[in-house]
């Protein structure tokens, strides 16, 4: 089993949808989680962390539930300017070793 | 502020060839991390250098490849000799600290291509 699952997609969406990526996690002692951004050909971006209580930035919501190790990442008002692959990073340990997720990828239609 | 730069940008090699890649972090960053993405596989870790000292080196494949930091401030990545699995997208990124509040930068990368 991988320490990170992800659903590879794509994920074809028109613009304005609202879209919804997962991730499981496999290390229960993990413990930071994000969502990076990559373009085509491009360096990953932090996108944003995940906290336990969720957060919210802009469109962007993500999620985080230990108890089922998975954490979640929403899209509202889909953009063109959105299409890219989500990675999901997960840290564990005291040095910020992390793992990735292979990543999804979005496409979004007009 | 310059960010993380790595170089050269591309490279190919025969099998059995030397490479060495470089990356600059972003100033006054302690930490670096080289990362490896072979095509369609995960972004993997190699290792993690504290200043100038390696942190963390679990990732590193095997003793084809070689990290020095040396004077804590640029790293190379050498690999010798180059074999066909060692095609694939090394980046290299810097954070500031370790902790999940300090974000890691990442560089553009460097496609090494083994032929």
């Known amino acids: 089993r991988k320490e990170v699952e992800q659903d590879p997609g794509p994920f074809n969406v028109p613009e304005g949808a609202t879209v919804a990526f997962n991730c499981t996690y496999s290390?229960?002692?993990?413990?930071?989680f994000f969502w990076y951004r990559q373009d085509c050909r491009k360096e990953p971006k932090l996108l944003m962390s995940?906290?336990?209580s969720g957060n919210e930035d802009g469109r962007f919501t993500a999620q985080l539930n230990r108890a089922s190790q998975y954490i979640s990442l929403l899209i509202r008002d889909s953009k063109l300017s959105d299409s890219a692959t989500y990675l999901c990073?997960?840290?564990?340990?005291?040095?910020?070793?992390?793992?990735f997720g292979i990543g999804t990828k979005l496409q979004v239609i007009p | 502020e310059a960010g993380v730069t790595q170089f050269p940008s591309h490279s190919v090699i025969e099998k059995g060839q030397t490479v060495t890649l470089r990356c600059d972090p972003i100033?006054?960053?302690?930490?670096l991390y080289w990362y490896r993405r072979v095509m369609g596989k995960e972004i993997k870790f190699l290792l993690h250098?504290?200043?100038?000292?390696?942190?963390?080196e679990s990732g590193m494949p095997n003793n084809r490849f070689l990290a020095e930091r040396t004077g804590g401030t640029y790293s190379t990545l050498k690999v010798q000799p180059a074999e066909l699995e060692d095609s694939g997208v090394y980046f290299c990124?810097?954070?500031?600290?370790?902790?999940?509040?300090?974000?890691?930068?990442f560089g553009p990368g460097t496609r090494l291509t083994v032929t």
């Open positions: 990124a810097s954070s500031q600290d370790v902790g999940s509040a300090y974000e890691q930068y």
């Open positions: 290390n229960s002692a993990s413990q930071s």
């Open positions: 995940v906290y336990s």
């Open positions: 990073v997960v840290r564990s340990g005291g040095y910020q070793k992390v793992t």
């Open positions: 100033s006054g960053h302690d930490n």
């Open positions: 250098f504290v200043k100038e000292s390696k942190q963390d």
